[in-house]
């Protein structure tokens, strides 16, 4: 029965059954927590051991700073230590096998050669092998068997019994005695120590990818009190307070530049490295980098409400998640380690009753070798690793995945949905053309829609208030806006409306003939309404991002099918689908008709992306079975996703696809690799090849092929690291 792991979870209100922390504490509860590589329900105040697998416990929350190594420093002095007392044991031991050693050791007696291996053996069994028998004993306290119970059951046995063959048994001719198993006990203890220490080794690596983002923080920052200037630590640093960055620095926090201007590098961001022009009044984004200019800047985010915090705290996150796929192994791991000691009893009873003579050590040795061999813990490494590393790689790429199940789902994506402002195009329309009609001027059209949208989130509601950049602009009151149509407001006593045309009876009226002509050159016509009568239009312009057709078409090439579900109108949308080279193109839908496409797609057998950046994406994002938000966006929309693309980059949206298919094609190699290895190892170590070929597998190479699969797993997952890369 698997254990419920209660005494690691002391805090925070702790879940009874599994300790899993509720879900609205699981951010306080991060904080200096550990928890289980392989089992995320588990979570302790310090480091130490999981009490249901024995894996030693990883930070929640990585810091930049690199990992405790202490464990891997004691293992490592324990494996070289014990290596050197058990080269002589092994040698007395194996001596008759080698000519040149068999006479040394015959002189040396058998009863003195026991007696060495007793004396250089119990160290590397008491005392190097002591954390395997901490665990394996905890483990028993517990009632959840894992490796570490197998590991030192099978040293533990071959140790006992020799020691009572020493005390017991009388002097007999040959050198080495059929009843001792000093060499093994010591053998397997350092071979498993030795696979421990790789695996530690190879885990490291795992959160390079997070401490690679933490790294981009500075730890100080300049503070400006009174023209003073003084370098505090970053911790001291409060909202509000004034900091100067100098050429060259990197950004300390999030803010608003106040003074200066300068250059900065914000490809940790966006990709881009070109660098961006900041003035007074633009936002700083902590971690990018400074260029020839000195500002100063107010910090408006400091500590977990950081950009990047907040980035590196959702990667944490996921890769501590659980892929679907997993419960396959969970399900196997709980009967796993019992069905191991059960196969290993059978085979010492068989061997014990049916076995050549002598009986007894082909009996032991065959039921060692089954306790050492079969290894659970590369069954529940093959999918956390392979997670692990996954998302880490996406972060590196600027592709934040929320956990592991988004992941497996975008997998299995055949339909991506993409809206079109700001997804396929830049989301930086202009206003290129303005129409007044009378008695209306062009300038006085531009302020009063401007007053009106100044109060809108739109990208198009932007554009507008940019064209009105140099003029006074009006209070507007009783603000309204109707998701996916248009807004209104009250300016200077008019009821203004700026959104979609109308044409009233007449759809080929002047305005409408204008807005045509705008359609068919991809540009979007925005009306605008003063006291429910025509007053003019706008033609909005935006290009389209410079890799989406490169990205359509090579989604096309994965075979996934391309949707655009926009707003726009039908002449417009049709102009950018074809620029993109897009399969089917849907427009003049509202916030609601786009879920409803969404679903009807889902329920003709698809498995639907929806990719978008706005608050009328979001109920479409949510629909979707994996909804990709522009890291461009809105918060709303970023909410609603399950993938965010940090560089608001189309092409890293194929990186995501291919990321999840290299992904879980580890998962399904680690799993069936650990399923093959134990299927064909556990009987092998029984001694189902003795019958036929007269072979039978050592305890010691049983336990290398044990410690060897572990790390195997391991270093197939890291092949994520270099698999995928940032661009189609």
Known sequence: MKAEPQSANVEHGSCPHGGMVPEKDRTVASAGKYTCPMHPEVVADKPGACPICGMALEAVEPSAVADDHSELDDLTRRFWIGAVLTLPVFLLAMGEMAPGLKQIVGAIGERASLLIQFALSTPVVLWAGWPFLEKAWSSVIKRSPNMFTLISLGTSAA?????????????SHGVHSPNSYFEAAAVITVLALLGQVLELRARSKTSS??????ALSPQTARRV????????PLDAVHVGDILRVRPGDRVPLDGVLLEGRSELNESMMTGEAMPVTKKAGDTVIGGTVNGSGSFLFRAEHIGEETLLAQIVHLVAKAQRSQAPVQRIADRVAEWFVPAVLLVSLFTFVVWLIFGPD??????FNSAVAVLIIACPCALGLATPMAVMVGIGRGAQLGILVRDASVLEKLEKIDTVAFDKTGTLTEGNPKVTETVAFKPYRREELLRLAAAVEALSEHPI???????????ILPKATAFEATVGSGVKAEVEGHLVYVGKPSYGEDPRSVAGQIADRWRKEGKTAVMVQ????????????????RN???????????????VMLTGDNKVTARFFGEEAGIDEVIAELSPEQKQKEIVKMQKAGGKVAMAGDGINDAPALATADVGVAMGTGTEVAIESAGVTLIKGDLGLLVSAFLLSRATMRSIRQNLIFAFAYNIVGVPIAAGVLYPVFGLLLSPMIASLAMSLSSVSVIANSLRLR?????RS
């Open 461 to 471: 509601g932007r554009a507008i208030v940019q064209a009105a950049e140099n003029t």
């Open 358 to 363: 002598p009986r007894w050590p082909f009996a």
């Open 225 to 232: 009190v009174k023209d003073l200037e003084e370098e505090v």
């Open 548 to 562: 989406s057709a490169a990205a359509v078409k090579r989604l096309r090439e994965l075979n996934i099918r391309s």
């Open 530 to 545: 003063i006291d429910n009568q025509p007053a003019g239009l706008f033609a909005i312009a935006d290009a389209l991002k």
């Open 209 to 214: 990818a997070i401490r690679s983002l933490l």
């Open 159 to 171: 140790y006992l019994f020799s020691v009572v063959h020493l005390v017991f048994a009388g002097p």
């Open 722 to 726: 270099t698999s995928v890369h940032g």
